[in-house]
């Protein structure tokens, strides 16, 4: 069913994209989603419109509650939005997740401490019947992403938390969807390898030049990794703020320190303090 | 080196308080044998000693306290009586003899394992479907738990009546018993197993949009494996005593059930006593047997230990 559209080169040179670039990939339009709870409707997102194109690294930040989460939930149709419409790839979410249109990544790393880290990645690969031969292929290219070759045959508990995060980015990459859908992915990681793992991310993105959505709890993570950050805020979950980000593509850990990225850390902050209202 | 000594230090502790337990347990036994091969015996009569306590009957005829545990029959075999009587009856005699444990315990061991893998295969069937359909969760499992409130020495007649009048009879009426005892901490381990992956897990496989049968066998079933062997072991004791107990309604001729019943016909308390330490030895084997199982496939399965 999805072996027409499968073996295409998982790195695509980033000029390629050239024409296609503005396409709309996710677009919403007048979003709901209300939770039927004890006690009471509970508004999970209310009136939320995104485009998303192509090749955007879209970050989702907000306190808690704010409906980032539940947003991409919406998209990977884990969750079914009350009111509104809402299209990936042209389609409605649950057809695109039936042709596997994306991956996603978890907070947690979820790997089956039963497989090694290729058996993992081998995973979603088992599952869609792609044959043995192309299953090692993808799993040594996917691995080569995240700078994991070599580990390969270790188990999950043989790895620290950042490299069991890395393979489970690498299990999202294996069978090449063009959309990478995070939820706070490096949020129980410390500072250090998180900054080293949003370096290699940003690497990734570049050479794989896929759509991202990404939700995070940090500013700078947000600043730092995205081409467009929707700033969100709760009860009812809406969007605040989309800001599009002036910096290059090619970002240094150290442009965290320029004047211009600086400049959109405070936009987002100034958001998310309105948006909060903090009563 | 260091468990080595404890595990010591409690069977000596055991040892040594059966042996105690002997002396007032069979202390009029003793007296009685000593007064009519004329021995002084204080208080003289059996009349008189009848009213007595066990403790005032050591006190007083201290001489007796050593032939409480060399009796032929005994109220309490001393252990290495019971020790004797299991070497003799396993080392000594040939396999194929009416009096050899060995015999009777592999005649009940048949039941058993029959009994546990036909438990434990509906248990797993059992589970799986209760698991997949909301009817079969609500309509299964209050039976299932019901069915383990009647006791089984109530229910095993009836059932080998059943399946005699029928024309089943032999091995399998008690391998049914055993497995109606098995099948219940497998389905209850088993559901609980294929039930353990949390949200993040299904919702993973969903978006690879895997099928349900996909998810059973590559997430649901090897996360049920701990807690399947938790189950198994529970099981395979639940096997045994169904076989035991199977053996005991039938006036059965082989088996352990059958050893512990004529034992008690006839007075036998030494044989009854090894009876049951074969049961238990043979219990203590099968779920060692099962650990080991256990702690290869595990192991195999990348679980640290």
Redesign the interface.
Known sequence: MNMETTPQALETQAGDSGISAQASVIEAKNLDLTFQTNDGPVHALKDVSLNINRGDFVSFIGPSGCGKTTFLRCI?A?EQPTGGTLTVNGMTPDEA??Q?A???V?Q?A?L?????IAKNIK??L???GYSKAEQDKRVEQVLDLVELSGFGGK?P?QLSGGMQQRASIARALA?DADILLMDEPFGALDEIVRDHLNEQLLKLWARTNKTIGFVTHSIPEAVYLSTKIVVMSPRPGRIHDVIDSTLPKERPLDIRDSPEFIEIAHRVRDGLRAGHGYD | MKSLTAILTVVAAIIGLWYAACVPMNIKGVLDAAERAGAEVTPATARERRDMGEFGLVAGNSFAIADTWVQDRPRLPAPHQVAVELWNTTVEKKITSKRSLIYHGQVTLSATLLGFAIGTGLGILLAVGIVHSKVMDMSVMPWAIVSQTIPIIALAPMIIVVLYSIGVQGLLPKAIISAYLSFFPVVVGMVKGLRSPDH??L????????STA?GFW??RL?SS?PYLFASLKIGIAASLVGAIVGELPTGAVAGLGARLLAGSYYGQTVQIWSALFAAALLAAALVALLGVIERVLLGR????S
């Open positions: 990977a884990l997740r039936r596997r994306y991956g996603y978890f947690a979820g089956y401490p039963w497989r090694t995973l979603p088992e599952i869609m188990f508990w069978f | 993040m897990q919702d993973l496989l969903k978006t690879y949009n895997a996909q590559k997430l090897p494996m399965m990348g679980v640290r």
